[in-house]
Structures are given as C-alpha cells and as structure tokens.
C-alpha cells in the first residue's frame, strides 16, 4: 500500500516537474491558452468543387466501364442460352469443353470489370488524398489568420459558438485553390 501511494507521488511529482517546465519554458517560452474553432470537414468533402468534381469524374468513368462492359456481357448471355441448347446435341465430353470455354470467358470478363473497379477506386482515393491535402493546408492558413490555435471536427463537438465555425471560411478558400481534381485512371493494359 504504502509502495503504492510512493509510487503514485512520484508519478505525480513528474507529471508536476514537466508541466512546470512546459509553463516556464526552456526556452522562455509560454504556454498559451487555447483559441478553439471547428471544421464540419464532412460538409467540405461533400460541397467543395474539388470533392464534386471527384464524384462527377469517378460517376463518369463507372458509367464508361459499364458501356464497355455490357456487349461482352450480353455475348456472354447469348454464349449461355448457346450452351444450353447445345446440351441435348453435343456428347458429355464436347460439351463439357464447351463449358469449361465458357466458364473461362465468364473469369476473364470478372477479371477485367475487377480490374477496372480496384482502379477506379485507386484514382478515387488519391484524388481525395490531394483534397484533403489541400483542404487541411486552408484549415492551418484559417487557423492562423483568425489567431486560432486548436482546431476541432465539428461533428464531435458537442456545443461552440457559431463565430467558431471555419468551415465556409475554409470551403471559399478552398474552392478557389483547388477547384477541380482529376482522377488518374491507369491506362488499359493487354485488351
């Protein structure tokens, strides 16, 4: 018990001894009390340019592989309904092979619509990674020329004062600095 409560002041007395050179400073500097404001950051990817843009390219592109797509699906279908009247007629073993082709064709198309949406997704997010790149830059520039020194997600907050709020702040800013991002789709390879 009594090694308990040594141990505990001593803790303490740590705990002390930094906070008090942190206020005195090692190099004379002080502590100063915290100027706080929020970020609705969740509005700023969802309204600024940048993020829209993002969305409208990424929709684009979906739209685009969907075209793409669809012809070898529809080869595919009619590939099946072949094959199923090709039961009764052929012997167990060509059809078989013909299902075996078949099945093959069906991985190869699964293979590329895969492909295609892992790449997507890729340009997507380092798209967004250049969004928030940019956006947390304006926040800090915010920050500074409104003399703040903590910045708090406003989703997890739980009350402020509406003169705390950078957002519209950062989201004019930021749709001036970076109004459009491409996404990056790596080029086709093979077929």
Not at 5 to 32: D, E, F
Not at 44 to 64: G, N, V, Y
Request: with cysteine.
């Amino acid at each position: 018990m009594i090694t308990k409560i040594c141990r505990r002041l001593a803790g303490v007395a740590v705990v002390v001894a930094a906070m008090t050179a942190a206020a005195t400073g090692q190099a004379g500097a002080q502590i100063k009390s915290p100027v706080v404001a929020v970020v609705d950051v969740q509005l700023i990817l969802q309204e600024s340019k940048a993020a829209q843009s993002i969305q409208k390219a990424a929709t684009a592109q979906a739209e685009a592989y969907g075209k793409e797509i669809a012809p070898q699906e529809e080869k595919l279908r009619v590939a099946d309904q072949e094959l199923a009247r090709l039961r009764t007629t052929l012997s167990q073993d060509a059809f078989a092979a013909k299902r075996r082709d078949f099945e093959k064709q069906i991985a190869e198309v699964q293979r590329n619509v895969q492909t295609r949406q892992r790449n997507l997704e890729q340009a997507v997010n380092e798209a967004r990674q250049t969004l928030l790149k940019a956006m947390n830059e304006i926040i800090g520039e915010v920050a500074r020329e409104k003399e703040v020194n903590l910045v708090l997600l406003k989703h997890v907050t739980m009350t402020f004062d509406n003169s705390a709020d950078l957002t519209l702040a950062v989201l004019e800013k930021l749709n001036v600095k970076l109004p459009q991002v491409a996404i990056k789709i790596p080029p086709k390879s093979g077929k």
